[in-house]
């Protein structure tokens, strides 16, 4: 399962990647300069995922995770949407802070990709974490909206 999974994101990565860009800003964009209209709205929908992870807003959850989510945890664990939320919602997972770094944003068409790294503290499963981490998000518009479709994270070494 996790061998499909895997492949379904590396695939979705290369039709990502063979997307024209739509933007001349669509080459990698410098920490958090953002230009075009839909780079800002992405950026601005992570923020907001951020903050509802942070809050466990889980109508704002609901609004800006795609229903076939696959989120890629650093250590190698995959929920999809319903788990994942259901992991804040049980209080298995509680963000008490994300620390943006680092986004840099890529829009081809209807989909997005951010690049970024950021500074996560939480408490998983009743052990602390304190995690620098470098990612990748992937959106999607769908009817008008940014809505998440995978995230994949690495920690960093210190």
């Known amino acids: 399962m996790k061998f499909l999974l895997t492949l379904g994101l590396f695939l979705s990565l290369q039709f990502v ?12 964009s ?19 995922r951020f903050q509802a992870q942070i809050n ?7 609004q800006v995770l795609s229903n076939d989510l696959i989120y890629t945890h650093s250590n190698g664990n995959i929920d ?14 509680k963000y008490t802070s994300i620390d943006i770094e680092e986004q840099k944003v890529r829009v081809y068409g209807t989909t997005a990709t951010i690049n970024g790294l ?3 503290k939480a408490i998983s499963n009743g052990e602390m974490l304190n995690n620098h981490l470098r990612y990748l998000s992937v959106y999607v518009r769908n009817a008008g ?9 690495l920690k960093l070494t210190k």
């Open 17 to 28: 990647r063979a997307q024209p860009p739509v933007s001349p800003s669509a080459a990698v």
């Open 118 to 120: 950021c500074m996560l």
């Open 145 to 153: 909206q940014w809505q998440m479709v995978a995230w994949q994270s």
């Open 56 to 62: 466990a807003d889980l109508p704002m959850l609901d």
């Open 80 to 93: 999809t949407k319903q788990s994942y939320v259901q992991s804040i919602r049980d209080g298995k997972t």
């Open 30 to 48: 410098t920490s958090f300069a953002v230009t075009s209209a839909d780079e800002k709205a992405v950026i601005e929908t992570e923020k907001k």
